[in-house]
């Protein structure tokens, strides 16, 4: 599975967009990118995947650049329950398994 | 609900006793997986299955036992727990029937401390 890059952390103030890089530069045509987020010591929770196009759902929005070299989750308007590790990872569409990194901790601000 | 449920959520033992932590899942999903994470690693897999009495070790799986005898439900047992296996572990399915493995959900977690 390709490798991933995230900042260790990141802040933003309650109600700006997060936005969130990533980093897979070794990425192969048949992966997704996929995003999980964990809460303190909670179960990891999907956000949101993405191939080549652009994606949005109720949680996010994802951004993957034309070469699919690196992508970007968008939290519109972080709220403080937003504050976790996000993880960005690839794999490739057939598979199951995820392999997770150390991800990015977002703190969102008051 | 969908849920993938775990039990016990929090479980203190000692060396050399036998424990099995419980999974469950109601989404009728193929796919199951057992993770441990533990500070500065990550979560890490430990065996997974893809279906009824198909199992696979993952990255860590020394130390551990699975079985897959029914789609809902898989157990991870520890014959014989050591301090090193102390962890926060999570259980996870995917795979519905017929469907795309996209969303993997996750339990709520099984704290362990072996002393």
């Known amino acids: 599975d390709a490798k991933t890059t995230q900042p260790p952390s990141m802040d933003c103030a309650e109600g700006r967009a997060a936005n969130l890089p990533c980093n897979h530069s070794t990425i192969s045509g048949n992966e997704y990118v996929y995003w999980y987020r964990q809460i303190h010591s909670q179960g990891p929770q999907y956000i949101i995947h993405?191939?080549?196009n652009n994606e949005t759902n109720e949680m996010a929005s994802l951004i993957i650049t034309e070469d699919r070299k690196s992508s970007t989750l968008i939290l519109p308007h972080a709220t403080l329950r937003d504050t976790a590790v996000y993880y960005c990872?690839?794999?490739?569409?057939?598979?199951?398994?995820?392999?997770f990194g150390t991800g990015t901790r977002l703190q969102v601000t008051l | 609900e969908a849920q993938v449920t775990q039990n016990p959520r929090y479980l203190i033992t000692v060396t050399g006793k036998k424990l099995t932590v419980t999974c469950s899942q109601n989404?009728?999903?193929?796919?199951m997986s057992w993770y441990r994470q533990d500070p500065g690693l990550g979560l890490r897999q430990i065996y997974y299955?893809?279906?009824?009495?198909?199992?696979d070790k993952g990255d860590v799986p020394e130390g551990y036992k699975v079985s897959r005898k029914e789609k809902r439900n898989f157990p991870l047992i520890l014959e014989s727990p050591s301090p090193n296996q102390t962890s926060l572990y999570f259980c996870?399915?995917?795979?519905?029937?017929?469907?795309?493995?996209?969303?993997?959900?996750f339990g709520p977690g099984t704290r362990l401390t072996v002393l």
């Open positions: 299955s893809m279906n009824v009495e198909v199992t």
């Open positions: 989404m009728n999903h193929e796919y």
């Open positions: 993405g191939l080549k």
């Open positions: 990872i690839v794999r490739p569409g057939t598979a199951s398994k995820l392999t």
């Open positions: 996870a399915s995917s795979c519905p029937s017929g469907g795309f493995c996209n969303e993997q959900f």
